[in-house]
């Protein structure tokens, strides 16, 4: 399943990337992920991420869903552009992170950004 998120471009929220669902049992996330997006646009079209951090203790979703200590990354987006005042700009961004089981993973998410008129 894949689902777009949205923020306006004048925002700066916090994201979860929930990776419980890719990660064994007894996985969890090490170390400080990288993040990047797509397209790769500069100045006022980049987006701005903050340090990612992993979660601490289990998130329970509204729909339901549960974040395993150690399987959700959390990181502050803000910036990006729609392509006009009607048209949203869609970005991919991706998180790429270590496992404590030496793997080496990448989770993603499509964010759309709204104009701010």
């Given at each position: 399943m894949?689902?777009?998120?949205?923020k306006f471009a004048g925002e700066s929220i916090l994201f979860d990337?929930?990776?419980?669902?890719?990660?064994?049992?007894?996985?969890?996330?090490?170390?400080t992920p990288s993040m990047a997006f797509y397209p790769a646009l500069t100045g006022p079209d980049a987006l701005t991420?903050?340090?990612?951090?992993?979660?601490?203790?289990?998130i329970r979703y509204l729909d339901g869903k549960v974040g395993k200590v150690g399987g959700v990354i959390?990181?502050?987006?803000?910036?990006?552009t729609s392509t006009n005042a009607t048209t949203p700009r869609l970005y991919s961004v991706l998180a790429t992170f270590s496992t404590s089981?030496?793997?080496t993973l990448v989770a993603r998410m499509k964010l759309s950004i709204l104009s701010n008129q």
């Open positions: 894949s689902i777009t998120l949205e990337l929930d990776c419980t669902d890719n990660l064994a049992p007894d996985e969890t996330i090490v170390g991420f903050g340090t990612p951090v992993i979660n601490s203790s289990v959390q990181v502050r987006i803000s910036g990006g089981s030496g793997n």
